[in-house]
């Protein structure tokens, strides 16, 4: 296993165009996390899943943000009508739940550029 | 709500020193603390995770430390080199077993 992969790694995209990103996570890691950061910023939270499940997902910034799991494997992360202010990182971490202790293994992020 | 705070901001040395990065977090019902270090514009690398039964944890150059009564943790970097230059960051779990929160991070640069 690689670790975490993300794809693509860089996007342009004009304002109002839907994008979706993808994430590959550690094969036996049965949480997947969404993160969104911007320059000078931590990493915030978006939305997560157990398995296919999305536990949470009330942080997601607009109902323009969507995300699915849909086999408890790889996950998407969709934007519709791209704004400028949707410019960032767009991190994907993954972990393995078992008793709460364990640590998250990020991938190298999608970076979106809305023009 | 989880808040974190790191301290420094920004932080610069020269080449060999040993430094300390402070993290301090509001709730300190946590099960553990990840110190991640990103590199710019790339993902964030795990470089220790501390359990909250845990007081430290060491990886090669790298201690980190861990109060959770008074909501702490330090990084200590021993024989600071160039390549240590990025940011690190701090993250804990809103609370118990939830998604981590971030500080904002410091930016290192260690100067040859």
């Known amino acids: 296993d690689t670790g975490v992969s993300q794809n693509p790694r860089h996007k342009i995209t004009k304002r109002g165009q839907n994008v979706t990103f993808r994430c590959d996570p550690i094969?036996?890691?049965?949480?997947l996390y969404w993160y969104r950061q911007t320059l000078g910023q931590g990493p915030e939270f978006l939305t997560y899943?157990?398995?296919?499940?999305?536990?949470?997902k009330s942080r997601l910034l607009s109902d323009r943000f969507s995300a699915e799991r849909p086999k408890g494997s790889f996950s998407t992360l969709e934007i519709q009508r791209t704004e400028q202010g949707d410019s960032a990182m767009y991190l994907c971490?993954?972990?393995?739940?078992?008793?709460?202790?364990?640590?998250?293994?990020f991938g190298s992020g999608t970076r979106l550029t809305v023009v | 709500k989880q808040e974190v705070t790191q301290i420094p901001a920004a932080l610069s040395v020269p080449e060999g020193e040993n430094l300390v990065l402070n993290c301090s977090f509001t709730d300190s019902a946590i099960y553990n603390l990840q110190w991640f270090r990103q590199d710019p514009g790339k993902g964030l690398t795990s470089l220790l995770l501390?359990?909250?039964?845990?007081r430290e944890q060491t990886s090669g150059r790298l201690n980190a430390s861990l109060d959770k009564s008074s909501g702490r943790s330090t990084l200590y970097i021993a024989a600071s080199q160039p390549g240590d230059s990025a940011t690190y960051l701090c993250?804990?779990?809103?609370?118990?077993?939830?998604?981590?929160?971030f500080g904002k991070g410091t930016r290192l640069s260690v100067i040859a």
């Open positions: 094969s036996e890691h049965n949480r």
């Open positions: 993250a804990v779990p809103y609370s118990g077993n939830t998604p981590l929160v």
């Open positions: 899943f157990q398995n296919e499940a999305q536990l949470e």
């Open positions: 501390i359990q909250s039964s845990q």
């Open positions: 971490a993954s972990s393995l739940a078992l008793s709460g202790r364990d640590g998250y293994t």
